[in-house]
């Protein structure tokens, strides 16, 4: 089946639709259970290891401080987690950049857009201008950074650079997304950051797109972005945050336990944006890549979108093995999907995220 989209409305035009030509994540060495965790946090309250332990998570990537002679680890100043966010930020952006370059056929010489993502810490200059220089990427090479938007962001982000490909055919433009979670953690052990650190991982994911007849040498058969659609839920702006907490002198993770509900609600409401015009239907999409939010966050999109596990068999696998790592979580189970070798020509296929504001991101595509 192919389908006919009329510009506007996020759609791009026909000439120049992005394809997505190559993937590539990282994740740092140091991987723990959600039992090391707790020890780690020397957490016992009966109340907050439940969290822990009924989180749908089996192991997470995080850069933890190191323990004292006493071997308890000391809680890290906010000077501390913002250096390690910038040391963490770059060290996986690096990585994960290569490894999408690689995949796509390209090398460091051929990139023309470099946007980076990033909500666990605040640099200036940003990532982009950090990569350029550690990687000796072409100074005139265009950047952008997207900070502070979340766990949506990385498909925020997607739409921009879309836009900048669409604009610029031939050239080769990567999305990174490089959360280090592990440098906005809390270390106690409250009701209100249990949910926090029990639930997020570091990782970074990269995405290359490129529009227009020319195509790099090598680049997977990754497919064209069709359409993207948003909805953001101004009442409940205030049920994901990251802001100062003035008791702990630091910033903080505040997460509302109906933040899987309200999200849930609204899923519906956005794929119906999403696909209308197209003349698909749910049933029509083969393939679905959903932010790892969290197992009550899955569940809620699997009831109130008709899904299966097995749809969503990708994002829950990256919740498992290695929590929600944010902004870069989506990249995590596309790279699955690619590594399954299931996708083939003309099937459909919808990335959905979602994230503070409260705000709920989507995109068609197709191979």
């Known amino acids: 089946m192919t389908i006919t989209l009329e510009a506007g409305d996020g759609v791009v035009t026909a000439a120049h639709r992005?394809?997505?030509t190559g993937v590539g994540t990282a994740v740092p060495p140091a991987s723990y259970s959600q039992q090391d965790v707790l020890d780690a946090f020397a957490i016992s309250d009966p109340k907050i290891t439940s969290v822990f332990r009924n989180s749908a998570i089996d192991r997470r990537h995080l850069q933890l401080p190191e323990p004292g002679p006493d071997g308890v680890r000391?809680?890290?100043?906010?000077?501390?987690?913002?250096?390690?966010?910038?040391?963490?930020?770059?060290?996986?952006?690096?990585?994960?950049?290569?490894?999408?370059l690689k995949r796509a056929g390209a090398d460091l010489s051929d990139l023309r857009h470099l946007c980076c993502v990033t909500s666990t810490g605040f640099l200036t200059p940003g990532i982009s201008a950090l990569l350029i220089r550690e990687l000796g990427i072409d100074r005139h090479c265009s950047r952008s950074d997207i900070v502070g938007m979340g766990c949506n962001a990385g498909l925020n982000a997607l739409n921009l650079v879309s836009g900048w490909s669409a604009a610029h055919p031939g050239e080769l433009a990567v999305l990174l997304c490089t959360e280090a979670c592990s440098a906005a953690y809390a270390m106690d052990s409250s009701m209100r950051t249990a949910v926090v650190n029990s639930l997020f991982g570091d990782g970074a994911g990269a995405i290359a797109l490129l529009s227009g007849p020319d195509e790099t040498a090598g680049a997977e058969d990754g497919p064209t972005l069709l359409k993207f659609a948003s909805c953001i839920i101004p009442e409940a702006v205030g049920a994901m945050r990251y802001d100062w907490d003035r008791e702990l002198g630091r910033f903080s993770f505040y997460l509302d336990p109906q933040v899987p509900y309200v999200v849930g609600a609204h899923a519906e409401i956005v794929i119906d944006r999403l696909l209308a015009g197209t003349g698909l239907r749910r049933s029509d999409i083969r393939h679905w890549l959903v932010h790892s939010g969290g197992k009550k966050v899955i569940d809620s999109v699997v009831v109130n979108?008709?899904?299966?596990?097995?749809?969503?068999?990708?994002?829950?696998?990256?919740?498992?093995?290695?929590?929600?790592?944010?902004?870069?979580?989506?990249?995590?189970?596309?790279?699955?999907?690619?590594?399954?070798?299931?996708?083939?020509?003309?099937?459909?296929?919808?990335?959905m995220t979602m994230g503070p504001g409260s705000t709920l991101e989507t995109v068609l595509v197709q191979w």
Request: net charge negative; aromatic share 6%; hydrophobic share 35%.
């Open 18 to 20: 992005p394809r997505i």
């Open 74 to 100: 000391s809680p890290e100043s906010q000077g501390d987690l913002l250096d390690k966010h910038k040391r963490a930020a770059v060290e996986m952006g690096a990585e994960a950049l290569r490894a999408c």
């Open 305 to 351: 979108l008709g899904l299966t596990r097995h749809d969503l068999r990708h994002t829950v696998g990256v919740l498992r093995d290695y929590g929600n790592v944010s902004s870069g979580s989506f990249l995590f189970s596309y790279e699955r999907l690619l590594d399954e070798k299931a996708a083939e020509p003309g099937d459909y296929g919808v990335l």
